[in-house]
């Protein structure tokens, strides 16, 4: 029963990816003139990197191969943002503003998932090859080669990241059923998440709690970029998985809550 739900939500993300991808490529002309736009932001966020690691060789105890390690991952990772959960759940505040939400809830499927997967940027993907290039000059800086067991933590890691980062996503939308107008939520968590360009331990104080505990842009960025370094311990590992599990488990009784207060356009 269970295997038979997942299979069919996967062919449901299978539709909804073609979907955006048939639209993407409707004007070929724009798709890859995005694709080089979206290439060149993403190459730009090297830029302060290079600039703060002109005059010295370490910050904060990360050296510069080091932090473009965590740079690799901030560029993964805002591909995620931008490529996949920004645009699907942008679409919910104009849901929720314009009443048209039953159009989804009346589907047989859970909401929170179509809402989460109605769209995707496929040009994003150019963070991929991008950030596997970062990796690639980092470690060659570095003169060392992760081994399988680093990779898996890595990527253990950043799985929890992208969760965490849907899921507080999650609870900024849901702020929308409350105060419907969230633009400035929105674009301060986007202006927040550019913090995680840089090891956490470069931020000290109420910054280091704020972005270790509230919003952990140290586990996003930091923490899968241990993983890679082997710099990191097991039960760290598992700390951050169990974090992100009740982060997502946090947004899921958030949602399902503002759904509760939604009146519909004809309610």
């Known amino acids: 029963m269970v295997l038979a739900r997942v299979s069919r939500y996967l062919r449901l993300l299978r539709v909804q990816l073609r979907m955006s991808l048939l ?3 409707q004007y070929r002309a724009d798709f890859l003139i995005e694709g080089v736009i979206s290439l060149f932001f993403t190459i730009t966020a090297l830029v302060p990197l290079f600039v703060v690691y002109a005059d010295r060789a370490a910050i904060a105890g990360w050296s510069f191969g080091e932090a473009l390690v965590v740079t690799g991952f901030f560029t993964l990772l805002g591909g995620v943002l931008e490529g ?3 645009p699907s759940l942008g679409i919910v505040v104009e849901h929720i503003r314009k009443g048209t939400l039953d159009l989804v809830l009346i589907k047989p499927a859970d909401a929170q998932f179509l809402m989460s997967t109605q769209r995707f940027l496929p040009w994003r993907a150019t963070a991929v090859p991008t950030a596997l290039v970062i990796f690639a000059i980092a470690l060659s800086e570095l003169g060392r080669a992760p ?5 898996g933590a890595a990527l253990a890691l950043l799985f929890a990241a992208v969760l965490i980062m849907y899921s507080l996503w999650i609870i ?4 929308a059923f409350y105060v419907v107008r969230i633009d400035n939520m929105t674009f301060l968590f986007s202006s927040i998440f550019d913090a995680a360009r840089w090891p956490a331990s470069v931020f000290r104080g109420v910054l280091a709690a704020i972005f270790t505990f509230v919003i952990p842009l140290a586990l996003m960025t930091t923490y899968p970029a241990e993983a890679l370094l082997g710099r990191i311990e097991p039960l760290r590992v598992v700390l951050a ?7 997502a488990i946090l947004a899921r009784l958030v949602w399902l809550g503002a759904l509760r207060r939604y009146t519909s356009a004809g309610g």
Do not use: D, H, K, Q
């Not at 081994?147 to 990779?151: N, P, T, V």
């Open 172 to 175: 900024v939308v849901s702020a």
């Open 84 to 86: 996949a959960i920004n």
């Open 147 to 151: 081994s399988f067991g680093e990779i």
């Open 241 to 247: 998985l169990s974090g992100a599990l009740v982060f």
């Open 23 to 25: 639209l993407g490529m």
